[in-house]
Antibody, heavy 121, light 107 residues
Framework: EVQLVESGGGLVQPGGSLRLSCAASGFTFSSYAMTWVRQAPGKGLEWVAGISGSGRTTYYADSVRGRFTISRDNSKTTLYLQIISLRAEDTALYYC??????????????WGQGTLVTVSS | EIQMTQSPSSLSASVGDRVTITCRASQGITNDLAWYQQKPGKVPNLLIYDASILHSGVPSRFSGSGFGTDFTLTISSLQPEDVATYYCQKYNSAPLTFGGGTKVELK
């Protein structure tokens, strides 16, 4: 059974930083691209970043490029999202998702439950 | 950057009704389009990918069609458990943009 469990969210002051983690199990982690998607309270889904199975290729939304870094440790089957210079508009539920196939350009067939990031002073 | 526009933004229908949601891309994306269902308070679930392929376990009352810029999601006979917000998403290239969502309610 595929499981994705996010952690690392919390209340952070503007300008602060966080590292989100997503522990994956139930599939060959290194064979699939992975993704972070966020959802602000009461709003729609926003794709944030994607990374290939090897970790060599990454892509970012314009809204987060330069502040967010996606990475993965295939030996630990864990996906990460390092976030710096947090802004109020980054407040959202952050989902980790597994891509249907390797390659960032693919839909997402499994999602975690999400970890909430709240940016407020 | 390609924009994804869904319509309507919300709809109300009766059990058994045929429901159609449309998604338009501002540029052609061949068939690199997915549909997701998000029930209230729940995680999104993949319904359809490659515009028309039903994901494993998804009821056959859901179907998708389209190519290029215009796509549709159809629920052939609306059921109470289909109350949800539906999102299209393009994935031909980054950014993998979602549409704004269509909220489906029961009349």
């Amino acid at each position: 059974e595929v499981q994705l469990v996010e952690s690392g969210g919390g209340l952070v002051q503007p300008g602060g930083s966080l590292r989100l983690s997503c522990a994956a199990s139930g599939f060959t982690f290194s064979s699939y691209a992975m993704t972070w998607v966020r959802q602000a309270p009461g709003k729609g889904l926003e794709w944030v970043a994607g990374i290939s199975g090897s970790g060599r290729t990454t892509y970012y939304a314009d809204s987060v490029r330069g502040r967010f870094t996606i990475s993965r440790d295939n030996s630990k089957t864990t996906l990460y999202l390092q976030i710096i210079s947090l802004r109020a508009e980054d407040t959202a539920l952050y989902y980790c998702a597994k891509n249907l196939r390797d390659g960032v350009a693919a839909p997402f067939d499994y999602w975690g439950q999400g970890t909430l990031v709240t940016v407020s002073s | 950057e390609i924009q994804m526009t869904q319509s309507p933004s919300s709809l109300s229908a009766s059990v058994g009704d045929r429901v159609t949601i449309t998604c338009r891309a501002s540029q052609g994306i061949t068939n690199d389009l997915a549909w997701y269902q998000q029930k209230p308070g729940k995680v999104p679930n993949l319904l359809i990918y490659d515009a028309s392929i039903l994901h494993s376990g998804v009821p056959s009352r859901f179907s998708g069609s389209g190519f290029g810029t215009d796509f549709t999601l159809t629920i052939s006979s609306l059921q109470p458990e289909d109350v949800a917000t539906y999102y299209c998403q393009k994935y031909n290239s980054a950014p993998l943009t979602f549409g704004g969502g269509t909220k489906v309610e029961l009349k």
